[in-house]
């Protein structure tokens, strides 16, 4: 859900220092990768350490391919060290692709809806990575005239024959999902879930230098090219590959062609309690699932392994960011759950959301050996995953997935970055009024 470009923890994230929240403290794997200070030569080399450089590393590497992989600051330092960590099932702007691309939209969402599920499920269980992986999550609705839409979606799914697992929850019945007298009903999906995602990130890329991909921490890259010599170019070093992959949102300074103003970072916070005596996490989130709500600036929450409440959202599509984490979170928080009110908040961290305008995920070629990959729009759990495995598969010589991702016209800004998140601060205004009212 967070992209690495936070500017405040910019420069102390250069130092190897994930930034401090719940998921830091409590990390599993404090293995540190060397700085590139060398020349190298490899099948593909990754930018981008988060899930979607992992993700991919490991796919290649388990096909025999040599992988050079380059991260900026640390493993899981940006978004997938970050996040809500909710493994929400399919893609974000499911209906645009649906819309743009008609019955082989359809054909491809149904196709990798679980894909990415499936992936860290099997990797969990062969390299034994502990991050606590719990199934459930729920969608509530925010509004009775919500209720409507998460019906029709069930319906849909069920007669495109992937929906058995779903249920709804009317009104009444809503207490067994969540604790709390906001909400109206909701959608269950037993198939996806929630996790710690530093730890599955730690853990992923432990299992892809076991495989033989080379991780380098503290290494930028400043510089890459196709063609006929392709290559990635940090202040220190240099990889000359046969392919190059921009895992994740590109800096600004890289951008060009295909992804000039398409990925706008917009904040989101997340605070976590202090350990909840059991009797009150049981009461709040009764199932153990992980819930986000119905509204499309929305909020998120799930129990954490200890107990804790881990409640996010307040998404701030201006780029700026709140001076005090917790005091605007709080409210909201107990505004949700009144029970929590004396609650102390133990942790409060944040960092960006890659939105994408059309919600669909950008992942395609600026060349024909330069692959990228972004905008997950909050689903980045599932979909980065998915997005590793098409672009491992495009290398490998299956291009279907690809060149179906790559007919997706993705909005564009003609405006530079700044002025661009204003412009997408305006337009959120207008939903957060129609959340409200």
């Not at 499911?94 to 019955?103: I, K, Y």
């Not at 895992?247 to 202090?274: C, H, K, M, N, W």
Request: with cysteine; aromatic share 8%; proline share 4%.
């Amino acid at each position: 859900m967070f992209h690495a470009d936070e500017k405040r923890f910019m420069f102390q994230g250069m130092s190897a220092a994930h930034v401090s929240s719940y998921y830091s403290h409590t990390s599993n794997d404090e293995t540190r990768y060397p700085q590139l200070e060398e020349r190298l030569a490899a099948d593909v080399c990754i930018v981008g350490g988060g899930f979607s450089g992992v993700a991919t590393a490991l796919s290649l590497a388990e096909r025999g391919f040599s992988v050079v992989l380059l991260e900026a600051h640390r493993i899981g330092w940006g978004a997938s060290g970050r996040n809500g960590g909710q493994m929400i099932a399919g893609i974000s702007g499911e209906h645009c692709v649906e819309r743009q691309l008609g019955e082989d939209g359809r054909r491809l969402l149904k196709d990798i809806r679980y894909l990415g599920h499936e992936i860290i499920e099997t990797r969990i269980a062969k390299h034994a990575i502990a991050c606590d992986l719990k199934y459930g999550w729920a969608e509530v609705a925010a509004r009775p005239r919500h209720m409507a839409g998460l019906c029709s979606y069930i319906e849909e799914r069920i007669k495109a024959g992937d929906g058995d697992h779903l249920e709804i929850v009317e009104a009444s019945g809503i207490e067994a999902v969540v604790g709390s007298r906001t909400y109206h009903g909701a959608m269950i999906d037993r198939k996806s879930g929630h996790l710690h995602p530093l730890n599955l990130c730690l853990g992923e890329a432990r299992a892809a230098a076991v495989q033989g991909v080379k991780i380098f921490e503290r290494s930028p890259v400043v510089s890459f090219g196709g063609g006929v010599r392709p290559f990635a170019e940090t202040a220190k070093g240099r990889v000359e590959a046969a392919s190059i992959v921009l895992a994740g949102y590109a800096d600004p300074a890289l951008q060009r062609g295909a992804l000039s103003g398409l990925v706008f970072p917009t904040g989101s916070y997340i605070v976590a309690t202090e350990p909840l005596p059991e009797r009150v996490s049981r009461g709040i989130i009764p199932q153990d699932l992980a819930i986000a709500d119905s509204n499309v600036v929305l909020d998120y929450f799930r129990l954490s392994a200890d107990r804790r409440l881990l409640f996010g959202g307040r998404a701030n599509y201006s780029n700026r960011d709140p001076r005090d984490i917790r005091a605007t979170l709080k409210p909201r928080m107990v505004e949700v759950f009144p029970q929590l009110r004396d609650v102390a908040l133990d942790f409060a961290w944040g960092g960006k959301i890659d939105i994408v305008l059309s919600r669909a995920p950008a992942i395609g070629r600026l060349e024909p050996n330069v692959y990228y990959m972004q905008g997950y729009s909050g689903h980045g759990v599932n979909t980065t995953h998915i997005a590793g495995e098409v672009v491992a598969d495009a290398i490998a010589g299956t291009m279907e997935r690809l060149d179906t991702f790559e007919r997706i016209r993705q909005i564009r800004l003609p405006v530079g970055q700044f002025l661009g998140s204003q412009l997408l601060a305006l337009g959120m205004l207008y939903y957060r009024l129609r959340d409200i009212l």
